[in-house]
């Protein structure tokens, strides 16, 4: 049985995923949520100036999904800015291209997708012990599925702000 991607994948993760107008009153106040993929279907193609093509290879979706995607994201985006809305990057269907990891000892190293949906790592590659945590993404707010278990103890997750 062939597996199909249900993940759309994504690069990176915006630091700061909220953003609300000046001077409108909090109760007044309406959100637009805009999912982690559009928000990088938005990088690719307007910040990095891909081709709709290059754009779609890189999420592993079709090129009509990738346009489907961006031009949600752009509507979302034009009814905020013109509308006074507030936005809020997060959930969405996607897959990180890559976590990283390090152990109680200092070992650090990253886990390519491809890897991640199969056998999510249990031990450090370098000293075997079971003590690791996920370094990258640094926190896990932005509706990520999280493949495997839960990493407990030593959360030293960065918050951003630094
Ligand atoms: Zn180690």
């Given at each position: 049985m062939s597996r199909q991607p249900l993940w759309r994948r994504v690069d990176f993760l915006p630091k700061i995923t909220s953003f609300k107008p000046a001077g409108v009153p909090l109760a007044q106040l309406r959100e637009i949520r805009i999912s982690v993929e559009e928000a990088e279907a938005i990088r690719l193609?307007?910040?990095?100036?891909?081709e709709q093509e290059e754009c779609a290879q890189k999420m592993n979706v079709s090129r009509p999904t990738f346009a489907r995607i961006l031009l949600s994201a752009r509507q979302k985006m034009a009814d905020a800015l013109l509308n006074g809305k507030a936005i809020r990057i997060e959930g969405g269907n996607y897959e990180l291209t890559k976590r990283s990891f390090r152990c109680g000892n200092g070992h650090e190293w990253d886990v390519p997708f491809e890897v991640m949906i199969k056998k999510p790592p249990?031990?450090?590659?370098?000293?075997?012990?079971?003590n690791i945590m996920t370094l990258?993404?640094?926190?896990?707010?932005?509706?990520m599925a999280v493949q495997g278990r839960q990493f407990r103890g030593g959360r030293n997750y960065r918050r951003g702000g630094d």
């Open positions: 193609k307007d910040l990095e100036g891909l249990e031990l450090c590659p370098t000293c075997n012990t079971a990258w993404p640094w926190r896990s707010g932005l509706g």
